[in-house]
């Protein structure tokens, strides 16, 4: 059951971003948001705008305006109009167990079987433990168990190839069941989604890096399509992204282990999740160091060639036109973070 009382963290006053663009309208249609008897332990609940404006005050336009704001500017919720459901983003964070031994990680088993959409659940996770995200969505985030050992560096990998145990596992599944690491995709007229080559270029990477053997699964596509159309559908500008988090890890929190995070930058351990790298936000910080770059010197330190055998590499004139599409996304971004 879930608890009957919620509690905000006293951080929420000063946090920057409430600071520099919540207004006191925002303040207290978020404290609504995460404290009212409809929110649930797991961070996703049912609730209709029209329940919500009873409950506020506000109209309707009013509700629909500010779950619009919160969505698409300041980031902090989804909400699915054809199921009345909303997720509260970074919920997991401050409200979830680190242990499943917890019980609380039992009500959100519950609670999350009861959810009709799934994808805002996995949103909500990315915030949670490990240990629990792992166990709820009963996949890993990486095919790397670098994080529990610590690696200093990716050629510090384990001999033997990461994942080969699961993939020994799911050969012993019954002939003809789909297999979790070989799912099949819609092929578009060039042979492969966007999203899918997005994927397999940062599994690249990481497999090259590692000696891992390593594919993209389900869940890695699906958060590889969501971050492409965060992105505006522009492949190249992906790309760009997944050669600078590989080339400059060191210097991004999240792909840093947390216990070496504060440490000198030459001594922090890897900690590489697809997940972490797919998330808009560290992905919007990705693109904001390499507009703070020197073109020239960027284009030289990342790879020019496009994932996939086939692919043509790209010439200095598409280079410089995914730059100039870099800061034009990075000003959309902060224009629309801005309150009116």
């Known amino acids: 059951m879930s608890a009957p009382w919620r509690q905000v963290h006293k951080t929420f006053w000063s946090d920057p971003k409430v600071v520099d663009y919540f207004t006191p309208e925002d303040k207290f249609f978020y404290l609504y948001l995460i404290t009212n008897e409809h929110t649930t332990q797991c961070g996703v609940y049912k609730i209709s705008l029209k329940q919500i404006g009873f409950e506020t005050g506000y109209s309707i336009e009013t509700v629909k305006n500010l779950v619009e704001r919160f969505q698409n500017s300041l980031k902090r919720i989804r909400y699915n109009p054809e199921t009345n459901e909303i997720a509260i983003l970074n919920w997991a964070k401050y409200n979830y167990p680190t242990t499943t031994k917890d019980n609380r990680f039992l009500c959100i088993q519950e609670e999350i ?19 629990i995200r792992d166990a709820l969505l009963n996949v890993e985030e990486t095919p790397s168990d670098a994080p529990q050992k610590g690696l200093a560096s990716p ?37 492969k989604p966007a999203a899918v080559r997005l994927a397999e270029a940062w599994f690249d990477k990481f497999n090259s890096l590692t000696g891992a053997k390593t594919k993209p699964y389900g869940k890695t596509v699906e958060l590889s399509r969501r971050l492409l159309e965060f992105l505006g559908n522009d492949f190249d500008m992906a790309r760009l992204a997944v050669d600078f988090y590989f080339s400059h890890w060191r210097e991004l929190w999240f792909a840093c282990e947390r216990s070496s995070r504060s440490g000198p930058v030459e001594s922090r351990k890897w900690e590489f999740r697809f997940a972490s790298f797919a998330d808009p936000e560290n992905c919007q910080e990705i693109l904001s160091r390499l507009a703070r770059q020197q073109p020239a010197q960027s284009i030289e330190s990342l790879s020019t060639v496009r994932p996939g055998n086939d692919d043509p590499p790209m010439d200095p004139e598409e280079h410089a036109k995914a730059w100039q599409r870099i800061r034009d996304f990075l000003r959309q971004k902060a224009a629309a973070a801005i309150p009116a």
């Open 113 to 131: 079987a009861e959810i009709k959409d799934k994808t805002l659940i996995t949103d909500v996770l990315q915030h949670a433990a490990p240990e």
């Open 155 to 191: 050629s510090e990998a384990p001999s033997k190839p990461l994942g080969e145990e699961k993939e020994k596992e799911q050969e012993q599944e019954k002939e003809g069941e789909p297999r979790a690491r070989e799912a099949s995709f819609p092929q578009d007229q060039n042979g």
